[in-house]
């Protein structure tokens, strides 16, 4: 019953995704001032507590913990195949429209560069208010979530790549 939920959740998500667009006006480009350094720049990266900005949204990332085994509860649990990274992260709207924030568009790397995605089934389960899953934020307005990651035990996650859409640039944070 709960991966039935989990699954019916992720297709109405992957839905909405298809159904906007699932991107930005980026006529002007896709980052926005800031630290972008994801489209191969010079700029430098932002670190944990530091605002970075890609097209129209901000982030901060505020804290992360790994080692995590599972998030949630007895009633509704994910279990990680290696570990969880849990990534608290603030996401604001500094654009003039309202704009999709997605946790799938938001990537973690390790220091040999393979990329992580993040697990959406966790994501709902870590956030109570699934804040961070898939979430429309209109302009000035913010919200604070976690950004869930399952990788391998004996991995450290180096940065992460934080995008407005799947179509961004997308900015760089350093975890270390």
């Known amino acids: 019953m709960r991966n039935k939920m989990v699954i019916a959740g992720l297709a109405i998500m992957g839905a909405f995704v298809l159904g906007c667009g699932a991107g930005t006006d980026d006529s002007a480009g896709g980052s926005v001032s800031g630290n972008s350094n ?7 990266a932002a670190k944990i507590g530091e605002p970075a900005r890609d ?3 901000e982030f901060t990332v505020s804290k992360i913990k790994c080692g995590v085994a599972k998030v949630g ?3 509704l649990e994910e279990k990680a195949q290696g570990q969880y990274c849990l990534v608290t992260v603030n996401v604001k709207n500094i654009g003039k429209e309202a704009q999709y924030f997605s946790d799938s568009d938001q990537k973690a790397y390790s220091s040999d560069g393979t ?3 993040t697990d959406s089934a966790a994501g709902l389960v870590a956030n109570k208010d ?3 899953i ?4 209109n302009p000035g307005n ?3 979530g976690i950004l869930v990651y399952d990788i391998p035990k004996d991995v450290t996650l180096t940065k992460l790549e ?3 859409s799947a179509f961004s640039d997308g900015v760089t944070v350093e975890l270390g």
């Open 38 to 44: 994801a489209g191969g720049d010079d700029q430098k």
């Open 55 to 57: 097209g129209k949204f």
């Open 73 to 75: 509860s007895d009633f």
């Open 115 to 117: 990329e992580y995605s």
């Open 130 to 132: 699934a804040d961070t």
């Open 134 to 137: 898939f979430n429309q934020i």
């Open 142 to 144: 913010q919200v604070t």
């Open 162 to 164: 934080l995008h407005d």
